[in-house]
């Protein structure tokens, strides 16, 4: 068990200085010119957007098996379940003025949250995890799209066309807001056919 947690550290750690490093342009162009000897000769063949909606789908993919494999969901809506009733309980209790029956769900208050706080730490393991795999993504795609800006255009819903560069949404760029999209709605395909919740 704490070997489990030691891993979880370490990958929240390692997730923390990529995202630290997404701030400093040399690393990210180091990271995104490595990446793109792998991804660049299969972006070429697609126009960018489709290659966005490619990389937000294989986001879907790895991130939904990684939750699956990560979070017992099962025991995460016991608890939550369990933490509603404890509430109606504790206001039915203040709301009757019953002070033994409130100093009785007090101590049991401490387990709950207990309870609660180790749900919220099984869900925040498996972020570090994705933004290990995710984060590179985002630097290779900034890097193609500062380094071959001729293929970078595209009609955004309710926004009509845009460079993927131009900001449609305060300081969200266009490329930013459609992998989003994209990877929200397949990753809602890929949960349902995995049978994982929501986070």
């Given at each position: 068990m704490a070997k489990r947690s030691y891993g979880g550290i370490i990958a929240i750690i390692?997730?923390?200085?990529?995202?630290?490093s997404y701030s400093i342009p040399g690393v990210r162009d180091a990271v995104g010119g490595a990446i793109d000897v792998i991804f660049g000769p299969l972006a070429?063949?697609?126009?960018?957007?489709?290659?966005?909606?490619?990389?937000s789908t294989l986001t879907a993919v790895y991130s939904s098996i990684i939750q699956k494999y990560t979070i017992d969901y099962d025991k995460m809506q016991e608890t939550q379940e369990r933490m509603k009733v404890f509430q109606k309980e504790y206001r039915e209790a203040q709301l009757s003025g019953d002070e033994k029956r409130v100093k009785k769900l007090d101590a049991?208050?401490?387990k709950m949250m207990k309870d609660q706080l180790e749900m919220s730490q099984q869900q925040f393991k498996p972020m570090a995890y994705i933004l290990i795999l995710s984060v590179p993504i985002f630097f290779w795609l900034?890097?193609?799209?500062?380094?071959?800006?001729?293929?970078?255009?595209?009609?955004?819903?309710?926004f009509g066309p845009h460079l993927l560069s131009d900001f449609v949404l305060g300081p969200i760029p266009a490329w930013i807001l459609w992998y989003m999209i994209c990877s929200l709605?397949?990753?809602?395909?890929?949960r349902k056919s995995l049978n994982i919740g929501g986070i």
């Open positions: 390692i997730a923390m200085i990529l995202i630290f070429h063949n697609l126009p960018f957007y489709i290659f966005i909606v490619v990389l049991k208050r401490d900034l890097y193609r799209l500062n380094n071959f800006p001729e293929n970078i255009g595209i009609t955004m819903p309710f709605t397949i990753s809602q395909v890929v």
